[in-house]
């Protein structure tokens, strides 16, 4: 069993920037690749970022790249998402996701995750 807890989200303005965290539990943890999706009021669960097991291979999707980062200590059990140039569509409830498969391929589908966190709110002010 994996458990994931977010935190990091709160209110920006527009440009400015925010860090959010996925702290795992669970001895195999650093086996797990562990992706980040996004949903707002009224849409789908979109996929925002992967990144692989060792942190070798990432992922983003086309609507962020280029101003998010994805990143991983295993040491400290934890993942990041560092968003810069925050935009207001940014709005979202935040989750983090562990998949026990450890790749990046298919990291886009939430079906592919076997255990989710409870999100953190990010808001951007326009």
């Known amino acids: 069993q994996v458990q994931l807890v977010e935190s990091g989200g709160g209110l920006v303005q527009a440009g400015g920037s925010l860090r959010l965290s996925c702290a795992a539990s669970g001895r195999t943890f650093s086996t797990y690749a562990v992706g980040w999706f996004r949903q707002a009021p009224g849409k789908e669960r979109e996929f925002v970022a992967v990144i692989s097991w060792s942190g070798g291979s990432t992922y983003y999707a086309d609507s962020v790249k280029g101003r998010f980062t994805i990143s991983r200590d295993n040491a400290k059990n934890t993942v990041y998402l560092q968003m810069n140039s925050l935009k207001s569509e940014d709005t979202a409830v935040y989750y983090c996701?562990?998949?026990?498969?450890?790749?990046?391929?298919?990291?886009?589908?939430?079906?592919?995750?076997?255990?989710w966190g409870q999100g953190t709110q990010v808001t951007v002010s326009s």
């Open positions: 996701a562990a998949d026990r498969t450890g790749g990046v391929v298919g990291g886009q589908y939430k079906h592919n995750y076997d255990y």
